[in-house]
């Protein structure tokens, strides 16, 4: 079973048309009874950092996404779920992540080139960055769809794909069991459907 995890932070519906269009059941549930019985874990999320993190531990869900990523169930953060998995934000604050994977996550003001906007919003390119599992049915040069405004560094042990803003930006991670993708598979057309499709089969 594949549980999408609902904790009021993800675009839950679109993920659920995605897993649909390549004919696999997927569940959405908040419940820890029924997330404690999946194969495959999903944690989505859009907003801020310090709202999500709160939501997810102030229902207890944490608890259950580190138990599982510890029994080597495969965990996938979708943008700012991705985001979660880190060690820490610095989103308006500093913020405690789940600490599964090592970095931070840091604003693009100040780090950019002058002249790019922000969010970085729209379809752009990756680079794998090594052999990946999550990635294999996808080639450098792909486009996916991004809308972040904070992206992950120091993360060089999980990086997976990066994507040129400027700057090279974290776009994608894979470290044992955990993955991650800063853009949205669900929005990124075919190339997003191969990756969901990989992801299941994992």
């Not at 907003?47 to 997810?56: C, S």
């Not at 042990?157 to 955990?178: F, H, K, L, Q, R």
Request: hydrophobic residues 45%; proline residues 4%; glycine residues 12%.
């Amino acid at each position: 079973m594949i549980a999408i995890i609902d904790y009021g932070v993800g675009n839950l519906f679109s993920l659920c048309c995605s897993f649909r269009a390549i004919g696999q059941d997927v569940i959405v549930s908040g419940d820890p009874a029924v997330l404690e019985k999946a194969e495959k874990l999903i944690l989505p999320g859009v907003g801020a950092f310090e709202d999500a993190i709160a939501k997810l531990r102030n229902s207890g869900l944490d608890k259950l996404v580190l138990k599982k990523a510890a029994d080597g169930v495969p965990l996938m953060g979708i943008c700012l779920g991705m985001q979660l998995l880190f060690e820490k934000s610095y989103e308006y604050g500093e913020h405690e992540g789940l600490g599964l994977l090592k970095g931070q996550v840091v604003p693009m003001p100040g780090l950019l080139p002058a002249g790019l906007k922000v969010p970085h919003m729209g379809w752009n390119q990756i680079k794998k960055t090594k052999d990946s599992k999550l990635l294999q049915h996808v080639e450098s040069g792909d486009f996916v769809y991004f809308v972040h405004s904070y992206f992950a560094i120091n993360c060089t042990e999980s990086v997976a794909a990066v994507t040129d803003y400027g700057i090279p930006m974290t776009a994608a991670v894979e470290y044992g069991n955990v993955f991650g993708c800063q853009f949205h598979p669900e929005k990124s057309g075919e190339v997003g459907l191969r990756i969901l499709k990989t992801f299941c089969e994992l």
